[in-house]
């Protein structure tokens, strides 16, 4: 407790990944753009972002690299593994099933501003904690 606000995405500059990075600098840059219509692309670059660290470890599969990003937010306790897996397992089906990174005719449509607000704030929540496990990873 060093009385400093830190807010969800500080931790993107540290990241070693030049993809990933670029990726959430510019979901924050559209997000906090005064426009809500920006708000949609943000969330889809986020997703995108989610997506990309979901494969991280690029020496595992897909799988097995999100298992390891688990274990280190939840420094390996299984009450928080669960809570964070099945974060994973929820942002992923829902990626999956409404229209934000996937724009077929039977995704379900994010029809209020406030909807991308929330889902957006929600992943980079979870891509921000798996940031600080990865921060020095080479």
């Not at 060093?2 to 559209?30: C, Q, T, Y």
């Not at 929330?118 to 921000?128: K, M, S």
Request: charged share 35%; net charge negative.
């Amino acid at each position: 407790a060093d009385g400093f606000v830190r807010r969800a995405g500080d931790n993107a500059k540290l990241i070693p990944e030049k993809g990933l990075k670029d990726l959430i600098a510019e979901a924050i840059v559209l997000y906090h753009n005064a426009r809500p219509e920006t708000h949609h692309l943000a969330t889809e670059k986020i997703w995108d972002a989610f997506e990309r660290i979901k494969t991280f470890y690029v020496e595992l599969d897909k799988k097995r690299s999100v298992e390891k990003l688990v274990n280190g937010i939840a420094n390996e306790k299984a009450e928080f593994v669960k809570l964070f897996s099945d974060e994973f397992k929820d942002l992923t089906e829902i990626g999956n099933n409404f229209r934000i990174r996937h724009h077929e005719t039977d995704k379900i449509d994010l029809e209020d501003d406030c909807y991308c607000d929330y889902l957006f704030v929600r992943c980079l929540a979870l891509i921000d904690l798996a940031v600080e496990t990865v921060i020095g990873y080479e």
